[in-house]
């Protein structure tokens, strides 16, 4: 038996159960792994209040797409592992089929990778779905280089921090984007070149100051709804809006821009290299592998919370508080 | 003094008048034409309504973006030209500067281009909005090749039909939409290699069928709105929508595939090329001219009209009834 979190019905925070479940033997090309930490995603969180794109299996559903921890058994037909390995996990299953809420796991050999030597657990558990986000969007899609601007709304979150260092490990320009100045030292700390205070600053006038009236080569947008016609609008002719999230509820007209040309625009979705393209996924591994050991890429962890306060730190996780990343971590 | 088509109110094809207008010499960088055939254009319909993306000036505005004729008047610094070489305009300027319905119009050189021998005025005048808007979704952002498919939408338009012979000059599949069987057979013979009656077959059930599940790599669209959402699922997962009207006013949405995959979105506007891109331009003329040489380029005229019956064609311009380009021809 092993701690797992569970839910019944969809809702709030308080739905998520620590409930002991027999986790039983890894089948053919699975792992079980012993978990040590689990990074929390906003995917989750909608998951369990039904407004994620799938829907959860009821009457009781696991949730998780990331965590931490060691193998302590292997199915059948898989290579490269054994009891011992120290490993991640990555986002490539459905929630409603795996999950990683908990102390005992079991997950596909195909989403799983080794941590790499010196990464402690709780970071480790904190890299998989912002970094590879983050490089699909950024090396993937917009094929960015040294000396194009990129902006990054919503950059206090995990996936807006993993892209602003990203853009800089690539001699890129990140240009934050956050709500009010709270913020703002510390996106400027966590690598911003610039950081646009939203309620408080005209977004375009400001890009436009900043790139020379040109607007940025490429925009990564979490926040959707209205607003996106601006954030296109800060967008240079012929340049790429990536939209990966919908944080803003209200309806999102597909945005032109004022001046009547075209920009690309593009919604994004990190099981498109998780899941469908395994030569992106491994092109990410070696490239987010290799920021993490020079450390240019080095997860921002805000906050962490004992499994058993998996309900507190689903309603941190929707205060907007936090800058960078929250774990879970398990005792053992 | 020559007849030239003004309007003095926004308003319906009535508000079009053909007035003897004092044309004057051409200034610099400009040319005086004496025409022979003039294009029409869905655009040019929404400019005198007052729906383009932009204004015409008031009290009194020219129209028209394409025309054919002969050079009769060079203005200081134009190189290139000189009276009596036979040209067509390219739809690089706006109409509230320069129009080309009238005997005899000024453009900017820069706009002109030489007819091709053995290619009548008529033919001329209907080449250059279809073909370079075609040429740009297709070639420059569609990047299409041989055994793409490409689904066009609202095919029995003269960009419909431009795409369908770009697509198969390019040894590509182009799959043609209209609303129901009445255009099948014309269509078929216009090249399109599938025809789909969108409002008797379900649009993304027959492009899945085609295209063996996938969808086709690229979709040109000049209709939006709502059923933007069914084009973009009938596209494959990473290919790309060009969308370049909006002849559906009803709201646009921005599209999500029912997958949660993304799709690339671009909005398309010709000047894009033909005003910002000279480079792309030169390109674009290259291109249509090879293929006008070799015929497998060749504009679908659907009717002519005398200029002074300019009223009546905009009114069959709006009926939808036409396959192909509808021209005013000039008596002189």
Not at 104 to 128: K, L, M
Not at 255 to 284: H, K, M, S, V
Request: charged share 20%; no cysteine.
């Amino acid at each position: 038996m092993a701690k797992t979190v569970r839910f019944h019905e969809l809702g709030g925070p308080e739905v998520l159960k620590v409930e002991e479940v027999e986790i039983g033997e890894p089948g053919k090309g699975e792992l079980r792994i012993r978990v040590d930490a689990i990074g929390l995603n906003r995917a989750e969180a909608l998951f369990r209040a039904g407004f994620y794109f799938y829907q959860p299996t009821l009457p009781a559903s696991g949730i998780g797409y990331e965590a931490s921890g060691t193998v302590d058994a292997v199915g059948d037909g898989v290579d490269g592992f054994v009891p011992g390995d120290a490993v991640s996990t990555i986002p490539a299953f459905y929630m409603n089929e795996y999950a990683t809420y908990g102390e005992q796991v079991i997950v596909p050999a195909a989403a799983a990778v080794r941590r790499q030597e010196g990464i402690d657990a709780v970071t480790s558990a904190a890299v998989w779905i912002a970094y590879t986000t983050a490089y699909g969007m950024l090396v993937e899609i917009g094929q960015i280089g040294a000396g194009d601007t990129v902006l990054i709304t919503a950059a206090s979150s995990s996936v807006g921090l993993a892209a602003i260092q990203i853009a800089n490990h690539l001699g890129a320009i990140p240009i934050a984007t956050t709500r009010t100045s709270d913020k703002k030292q510390q996106l400027l700390q966590a690598g911003a070149a610039h950081v646009i205070a939203t309620e408080e600053e005209d977004l375009v006038t400001r890009v436009r100051a900043l790139t020379g009236d040109g607007g940025v080569e490429l925009a990564v947008d979490a926040i959707g709804g209205a607003g996106v016609h601006t954030v296109v609008s800060s967008v240079v002719r012929g340049g790429t809006l990536v939209l990966y999230g919908a944080l803003d509820p209200s309806p999102m007209p597909l945005p032109f821009a004022d001046d009547g040309r075209g920009r690309n625009i593009r919604w994004y979705y990190f099981a498109e290299l998780t899941l469908d393209q395994p030569q992106q996924l491994r092109r990410a591994e070696l490239f987010i592998n290799a920021g993490l050991r020079s450390g240019s890429l080095s997860p921002v962890i805000d906050r962490t919370f004992d499994l058993d306060d998996v309900v507190e730190a689903h309603r941190y996780l929707e205060s907007n508080a936090q800058v960078g990343k929250i774990v879970l971590t398990v005792r053992h």
